[in-house]
């Protein structure tokens, strides 16, 4: 049986591109999932089709609104998940944006825009939801990084900022909550997903042709790593960043 059978798993994000497949992937292994989405029509809708495709799965889902940005929804976010589930076991912060911008073209408004939802995000629904996994007395918390947050790129300061900042985030909560709560991160490469959908397509084929595995990567490459990250199998592991990046930045 999988080692997480019957917990219970909030992924933010969890609408498309590799949150979809985290969500899908803990469902088919045997948690239940909150399905976390950005508050608009279109992303509600597409909730609802990962939702639908957890429960013809034979899982159990629920979708859950919520700007991971804004405080005042991340309490009612996380509000309505325990409402349904209580505290979530597992919390996966994989909610994102990505912009590409020269640094001298940048205005104020694209920086605070990347950083609230890719690193303010991140640190705004972790400790919404730590407290209980503390009272609880077990957890596992798998922050979405990049492989960029290492090794920085070019048009993206704001992004390899945030996801650089989630890296140190992760080590720094691992050790203040061990061994009650583990939290590690995922930091992978370019992937096919909507995320990549406002980079240029001259960057991404320059960039899949820098990759020792001479390809983008998929959600399926992702996947894995969060439900061995979210599980008991992963038991010794916290304060890693674990990379499935096509050996992009072997750190």
């Avoid at 889902?61 to 929804?73: L, Q, R």
């Avoid at 976010?77 to 994102?96: I, S």
């Avoid at 991404?204 to 008991?232: I, N, W």
Wanted: with cysteine; charged share 25%.
């Amino acid at each position: 049986m999988s080692r997480v059978a019957n917990k219970t798993a909030l992924v933010t994000g969890a609408s498309s591109g590799i949150g979809r497949g985290v969500a899908v992937a803990l469902a088919e292994a045997g948690a239940t999932v909150g399905v976390n989405h950005y508050p608009s029509d279109e992303e509600r809708t597409r909730a609802a089709e990962v939702v639908a495709e957890i429960e013809a799965g034979g899982g159990e889902a629920a979708a859950f609104p919520g700007d991971v940005s804004d405080a005042t929804s991340v309490e009612e976010l996380v509000d309505a998940f325990e409402a349904t589930y209580g505290t979530p076991e597992v919390l996966v912060n994989n909610a994102g944006i990505l912009r590409q911008s020269r640094l001298d073209e940048m205005n104020i408004a694209e920086w605070d825009e990347v950083l609230d939802v890719d690193l303010r995000g991140v640190f705004l629904v972790t400790r919404r939801v730590v407290p209980g996994m503390l009272d609880r007395g077990s957890g596992s918390v798998v922050n979405v990084a990049s492989q960029l947050g290492f090794k920085g790129a070019a048009e993206l300061t704001h992004y390899c900022a945030a996801k650089g900042g989630v890296i140190a985030f992760t080590r720094a909560l691992a050790r203040e909550v061990a061994p009650d709560v583990r939290v590690n991160a995922i930091a992978p490469g370019p992937i096919e997903t909507p995320l990549l959908g406002d980079i240029s397509e001259e960057w991404r084929r320059e960039k899949a042709a820098e990759l020792p595995m001479e390809r983008a990567g998929r959600v399926e490459d992702v996947a894995p790593t969060a439900v061995f990250l979210a599980s008991d199998e992963s038991g010794y592991y916290t304060g890693q960043t674990l990379s499935p990046d096509g050996g992009d930045a072997m750190h």
